[in-house]
C-alpha cells in the first residue's frame, strides 16, 4: 500500500530564515542548496537553526554555489578567491576567520546536535532512506551547476559536462540547479539550466526533481514523458544520444504537462486588467498568510496523481527573491509543500528480492 508522504521543499535561503509556521509540518524537509550567503563560517548557524525549528523527522541538505567552504577539496582555491575578492573592503585576517577553518561547516552540519534534529547532509550520489512514516524512500544528491561565476562552488565548465550518475528507481533528485528548459528562465529571458542534467531526469524520471539556483524561475511543474517507441525503445536514451537531443521538446509530451504555479502568475504586469491584478494579490496574500505554495499528487482524490515513469513535478523553491518578484514586491518567495505516494518498506524489500540489484 502506498503511503502518503509530505515534503517541505526549500532552497537558496542564503543565511536567511522564514517564519516557521504551523502548516510547515512535513514528514521531509529539503534544502536543495546555497545555505550561506558568502560562505562565512557564522551563516550556517542560523540555517542550521532554521532546519532545526521545522518540524519533520527528516531534513535532507545537499551544498550550493556560494557555499564554498563546504567544498573541501577547493578549500585553498576558494579562500585566495576569498581574497582577492574582498581585498579592498576587508582585512586579510578577517576574511581568513569569515571564511573558517577547512571542514568546520561540515562539522556543524554533520554535528550530533545536527543530527539529533533530522539533518542529513548528503553528498553527490544516491541514498536511501526508511521513514517514520513507514515509507521507503531512494534519493539522488548533486550540488554541481554549469560555470556562471568563476569562484564559486560545485561548478563545471558547460561544455565538459557533468555526469549525473542517478540510480534506477530514485524517486526524489534533489540538485542545486535546473535542467535546461523546465524552470530555469532569467531575467534575460535565456535558459540557465545544464542539458546533461534534463538528459539524465529523462532517463530516470524521478516523482520529484527538486532544485532552486535560478531565483526568478521560482514555481512548480509537472512533466508528463513521452512514452517509449513502437520498437520498445525510450525516446529519452541520453546515453546513446547526444545533450543536443536530449531536449523538453522530443522528451516532454507539453500539450499534457502543466505548470501547477510560477512566479509570473504572482508578479504583476502593465497589461494586467484590474481583475487579474486583484486576482495576482490576493494569490499572494494567500501565500504570504500561510507561508507555503501546496500541491498534492496522490491517488487518493488528487487531479494528478504521479506515476511513476510517465511523470515528474519539478520544483524550483528558491527562497531568495529575484529582480522581477521584487518589484511586485515579492522579496522572500515560498518553500513549496508537497504530497505523493511513496512504497512502503515493505514493498521496497519485496522489489529487492525480486530484483537485489536494482
Known amino acids: 500500500m502506498p503511503i502518503k508522504t509530505r515534503f517541505l521543499i526549500t532552497s537558496d535561503t542564503h543565511s536567511a530564515v522564514f517564519d516557521v509556521k504551523e502548516g510547515h509540518k512535513a514528514d521531509v524537509v529539503i534544502h536543495c542548496g546555497d545555505l550561506s550567503q558568502y560562505s562565512h563560517i557564522d551563516h550556517y548557524p542560523t540555517t542550521i537553526d532554521l532546519l532545526r525549528r521545522l518540524d519533520a ?81 531512494r534519493v539522488y544528491a548533486c550540488p554541481w551547476t554549469p560555470e556562471a561565476q568563476p569562484g564559486r562552488a ?3 565548465k558547460e ?50 526533481h527538486c532544485f532552486g539556483h535560478i531565483h526568478g524561475a521560482w514555481g512548480a511543474q509537472v512533466a508528463v514523458w513521452k512514452q517509449p517507441d513502437d520498437d520498445g525503445h525510450r525516446h529519452n536514451d541520453n546515453r546513446r544520444r547526444s545533450p543536443r537531443n536530449v531536449t ?10 502543466f505548470f501547477v504555479e510560477k512566479l509570473p502568475n504572482l508578479t504583476r504586469n502593465w497589461s494586467d486588467p484590474p481583475a487579474a491584478q486583484q486576482a495576482k494579490a490576493e494569490k499572494k496574500a494567500e501565500y504570504d498568510r500561510q507561508g507555503f505554495a501546496h500541491t498534492s499528487h496522490c491517488s487518493d482524490g488528487d487531479d494528478v496523481p504521479l506515476v511513476p515513469g510517465q511523470h515528474t513535478l519539478f520544483v524550483n523553491a528558491s527562497h531568495e527573491g529575484s529582480t522581477v518578484g ?9 518553500p513549496w509543500l508537497v504530497d505523493i505516494e511513496l512504497p512502503s518498506v515493505e514493498e521496497e524489500l519485496a522489489r529487492r528480492r525480486v530484483n537485489p540489484y536494482r
Open 57 to 137: 523527522p527528516l531534513k535532507l541538505v545537499i551544498a550550493g554555489n556560494h557555499d564554498q567552504a563546504l567544498q573541501e577539496d577547493r578549500y585553498d582555491d576558494h579562500l585566495r578567491t576569498k581574497l582577492d575578492w574582498y581585498r579592498n573592503t576587508l582585512p586579510q585576517e578577517q576574511i581568513i576567520r569569515n571564511f573558517g577553518p577547512r571542514g568546520e561547516p561540515r562539522r556543524l552540519l554533520t554535528s550530533p546536535e545536527a543530527k539529533a534534529s533530522g539533518i542529513v547532509f548528503l553528498d553527490e550520489g544516491n541514498h536511501s532512506f526508511h521513514l517514520q512514516n513507514g515509507a521507503s524512500m
Open 154 to 156: 560545485f561548478q563545471y
Open 159 to 208: 561544455h565538459e559536462g557533468h555526469d549525473f550518475a542517478i540510480a534506477d528507481n530514485v524517486q526524489i533528485a534533489i540538485t542545486h540547479g535546473p535542467p535546461r528548459g523546465i524552470l530555469d528562465w532569467t531575467s534575460r529571458n535565456t535558459l540557465a539550466g545544464c542539458p546533461q542534467l534534463f538528459g539524465a531526469m529523462a532517463q530516470a524520471r524521478p516523482l520529484i
Open 248 to 257: 523538453v521538446a522530443n522528451h516532454v509530451d507539453v500539450d499534457a504537462s
Open 326 to 334: 521584487q518589484a511586485a514586491g515579492i522579496l522572500e518567495q515560498w
